[in-house]
């Protein structure tokens, strides 16, 4: 009975030993190697003191290494924590912080940058080093008392019989990040149940088989991205890996990897809809799917065009209970801004103020009832019962014994059920498919240490859903260097978070009770 | 160190130079990671992750207005953007009189 994460690897293993499992670049490994691999690391993560339960953090760029360090860290009875390798030292540090990380596998390089950032993390034990990408073991990394192992070490280890499993599908899986409204980002805990639940039912709509072929264009560490990596594992199809900064590479993989599935937020597809798609045929792509924000029409044009035999599932989820709605491909033609209807084996509320069911065109917050809840925010309780509430729509004689999770997302529903995008009920800010919270920009502002007042909105942005614009007032009157401002933030901040616009303001309004007035910011940008 | 092609061909001033310093120009003012680390015109943009798949985006409209050149998605290669030299080259060689004469 496959019940947790590892097991998934282990069936198609077992089902499909000499089936191609996993690529990146010239790199093929089988479902046995893939397998024999992930039971060997994990038998050297045991050997190097894992316990039950212990966070590990996985801080790589798309690799071999990257898919193996989930699966054993999950073998090994750990909880993985993917980190984009996107984010900086000090996010990183935070995450590690923030979830008492006991181990970590990163590369030497970003160990070497990150270890400044990490001194003060007394939680960390060991880490995990691998290769340097000239293929050269790594030599001289001088960490004080804490252990540093290879990759390529572990992956020799020993594995005598099958290693006992330590958990059940309740335990904590993995904690994936990631920013709300206010505040620095909080871990969002999926136990193995929710993970394999959501790699079930998306596999089912979008009927993923083994013959699938599966380019991963999407981090690890989003909410999709890992469902995409579970679902082909699930399914013994084939996962290929690649990191991009041209369409035309994307393109390239799409034809000579043959690939069937693809799954992009709407910045990839705008890439492939200005980068040449139009140009080739893809007979072979079976489906692709959109998350992370509305997919702009004009490029749901373009795609449709290009991909005439292709089927386009616009999709809608949230990292706070993995999946939620899916438009059906045949539905596009008359809900083209639609995000469609619950997953299977889910219930999509709209609720209004007083929790009662919203009529139809009525806004409302879309509540998400299912297996793939989440259990909620690692060590932040207060703001766990924010978002996952009990259900007010089911009978008190259950008591609370379901939690129900409470998005904060503004939705509509048609006569027939199906779900439009309205707004946020919060200040969070969208933009490239991540989720930034407008504090933890400000907070970066506040650092320069020249100003007295910051506040950031999102601005609609074709291409990004939302960019960033930043209200700054100066300390004391001080000119203030807008340029000096944003080079301050581009060392503190991934690019995605970084204000695309400064405006400098002699006082911010506020609201009577003394609080930044931020819908009077957005209403100044005619918003 | 030596840069790109001196052709003298607009009044005398090197157009590979001139297509360096205004690509230059932009990359530092729109790129603040650019800025920060003070990037050289021989410096991979790509792979230190300054720029990135919409930061493409951004030069390809710019080099399209300033040089008044049609970039077309083949063009979209990491020879043509991985450095500033690069993509004055390229510049350079969307603007000769006969078009794919690349020395």
């Known amino acids: 009975m496959d019940f947790l994460i590892h097991h998934l690897l282990r069936n198609s293993a077992a089902r499909y030993p000499d089936k191609e499992a996993l690529v990146h670049g010239t790199r093929r490994l089988t479902y046995r190697e893939v397998a024999d691999g992930c039971a060997s690391v994990a038998s050297g993560l045991r050997a190097a003191g894992m316990q039950r339960g212990d966070r590990v953090g996985i801080y790589l760029d798309p690799s071999v290494e990257q898919v193996l360090s989930i699966f054993s860290v999950s073998q090994a009875g750990g909880v993985y924590v993917p980190i984009n390798s996107v984010l900086v030292p000090d996010q990183v540090a935070h995450i590690a912080r923030d979830c008492g990380m006991k181990a970590l596998i990163t590369t030497p390089d970003k160990l070497e940058m990150l270890l400044p950032a990490l001194h003060d993390v007394s939680s960390l034990q060991f880490f995990v080093i691998t290769s340097k990408s000239n293929g050269h073991a790594p030599t001289d990394i001088k960490v004080d008392s804490t252990p540093v192992h290879r990759f390529e070490e572990m992956l020799r280890s020993p594995v005598e019989g099958s290693l006992p499993d330590w958990g059940i599908s309740l335990d904590l899986a993995a904690i994936l990040y990631t920013s709300g409204s206010t505040g620095k980002p909080k871990g969002v805990m999926l136990s193995h149940a929710n993970v394999m639940a959501g790699s079930t039912i998306v596999s089912t709509y979008l009927e993923i088989s083994q013959r699938d072929r599966i380019l991963a264009v999407l981090p690890f560490s989003f909410d999709a991205g890992m469902n995409q990596l579970m679902t082909a594992f699930q399914q013994a199809a084939t996962i290929v890996l690649i990191k991009f900064v041209f369409a035309k590479e994307i393109i390239d993989a799409l034809l000579s990897e043959h690939i069937t599935g693809l799954a992009g937020v709407p910045t990839v597809w705008s890439l492939l809809a200005n980068g040449g798609i139009l140009k080739h045929g893809f007979p072979e792509l079976r489906y692709v799917t959109n998350t992370g924000g509305a997919m702009p029409q004009a490029v749901l044009k373009v795609l449709r065009e290009a991909l005439p035999t292709t089927k386009i599932f616009l999709m809608y989820g949230l990292t706070e209970a993995f999946r939620s709605t899916y438009l059906p491909p045949e539905e596009l033609d008359r809900r083209p801004t639609s995000m469609g209807k619950a997953i299977p084996d889910t219930e999509i509320l709209v609720l209004n103020e007083r929790g009662a069911r919203c009529q139809p065109a009525e806004v409302g917050e879309l509540v998400h009832r299912g297996p793939t809840v989440s259990m909620g925010y690692w060590g932040n309780p207060e703001a766990t019962d924010r978002v996952l509430k009990p259900s007010p729509l089911l009978p008190p004689e259950l008591g609370d014994c379901e939690k129900v999770c409470y998005s904060g997302d503004l939705v509509k529903m048609d006569e027939d059920g199906f779900l439009y995008y309205v707004g946020r009920r919060d200040t969070m800010i969208k933009s490239s498919g991540y989720r930034i919270s407008p504090t933890e920009v400000e907070e970066v502002l506040f650092q320069t240490g020249r100003i007295r007042q910051a506040a950031a909105i999102g601005i609609p942005d074709e291409v990004l859903g939302q960019t960033i614009k930043a209200f700054i007032v100066a300390k004391d009157g001080t000119p203030l260097d807008c340029d000096a401002i944003l080079d301050f933030c581009v060392e503190r901040m991934p690019r995605h978070m970084v204000p695309k616009r400064l405006e400098i303001m002699n006082e911010l309004p506020k609201t009577s009770s003394g609080k930044v007035d931020y819908p009077a910011l957005r209403r100044r940008e005619g918003l | ?103």
């Not at chain 2, 800025?35 to 399209?64: H, P």
């Open chain 2, 1 to 103: 160190m030596a840069i790109g092609k001196a052709k003298n061909w607009v009044n005398g001033v090197s157009e590979s130079n001139d297509a360096i310093s205004r690509i230059r120009e932009f990359v530092l003012q729109k790129f603040p990671l650019a800025r920060k680390r003070k990037v050289e015109n021989s410096d991979n943009l790509l792979e230190s992750g300054v720029i990135d798949s919409l930061g493409v985006l951004e030069l390809v409209a710019f080099l399209q207005q300033e040089f008044g050149v049609a970039i077309s998605d083949d063009d979209l290669t990491p020879e043509n953007f991985k450095n500033i030299e690069c993509m004055a080259q390229f510049v350079e060689s969307m603007l000769e009189p006969q078009p794919g004469a690349i020395e």
